[in-house]
């Protein structure tokens, strides 16, 4: 049984406490961090930036600072982001409109030191990743249309996941498979039994008050 992580979004935290916010989800049992960064611009909403992951590094304990950036151009960012203490970046497949530009970003990704994740979003066909696979140490399936925490699980994701999960077995090589949107206890069930091993869950663990309960809901 592949081992599974919970990946806690503090998009649903409560910013005035953020630094505490994070202190308290790793002894509940998570073991990533996740950060959504939007600009804007790919997403109509804004959240934040290199500063914030700055600030909460230091309570992130051994937790991997998995930093989703929902960006125009992400590429422009990975210096900032890898100074501020993200261990992980993960960026959109959408973000660019051609194969060159996006290895340019993985590269630099890697060239930072960091790992380096892909996503798709919902209407994306999942086999536009393909090429990229042998690269990646983590594959992104957004279960529901970045932007905003608080949505319904799509169950067409489902489908992208096994297919990921076929590719990545065949490669032999770890290769996290990450499902972001809608996870409560009732979908994080069906995902990783489609394939996933990261959970990101932010309105589940973060709008209840007993995180540490929830956590260990995903993981059962
Ligand atoms: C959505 C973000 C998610 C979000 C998930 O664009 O990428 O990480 O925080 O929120 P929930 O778990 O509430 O769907
Ligand atoms: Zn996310």
Redesign the pocket.
């Known amino acids: 049984m592949r081992p599974i992580i919970v990946a806690p ?1 503090i ?2 935290a409560d910013f005035d406490h953020i630094e505490s916010e994070v202190l308290k989800v790793e002894p509940a049992g998570a073991k990533f961090i ?1 950060l ?1 960064v ?1 600009d804007g611009v790919f ?1 109509p909403a804004k959240t934040f930036g290199p500063e914030l992951v700055r600030r909460i590094s230091p309570f992130a304990g051994k937790m991997i600072r998995d930093t ?1 950036l ?1 960006v125009a151009d992400p590429k422009s960012m990975i210096d900032e982001f890898a100074a501020a203490g993200s261990e992980l970046i993960t960026f959109h497949y959408e973000s660019y409109d051609n194969d060159e530009d996006r290895f340019a970003c993985l590269h630099a990704i890697h060239d930072a030191g960091l790992l380096c994740g892909m996503s798709i979003k919902p209407d994306t066909p999942e086999d536009v990743l393909l090429p990229f696979l042998p690269e990646l140490d983590l594959v992104l399936v ?1 279960s ?8 319904k699980f799509m169950e067409k994701s489902l489908q992208k996941l096994s297919y990921f999960r076929k590719h990545i077995d065949e490669l032999g090589k770890k290769i996290y498979l990450e499902v ?4 409560n206890d009732e979908t994080a069930k069906i995902a990783v039994r489609f394939g996933a091993d990261v959970l ?5 663990i973060y ?1 209840h008050e007993d995180y540490a309960r929830r956590i260990q809901e995903l993981l059962r």
């Open positions: 979004s998009l649903s996740h959504d939007m997403v989703h929902m957004m529901v249309e970045p932007g905003k925490g608080g949505q972001d949107g809608g996870i990101v869950a932010g309105s589940y709008g």
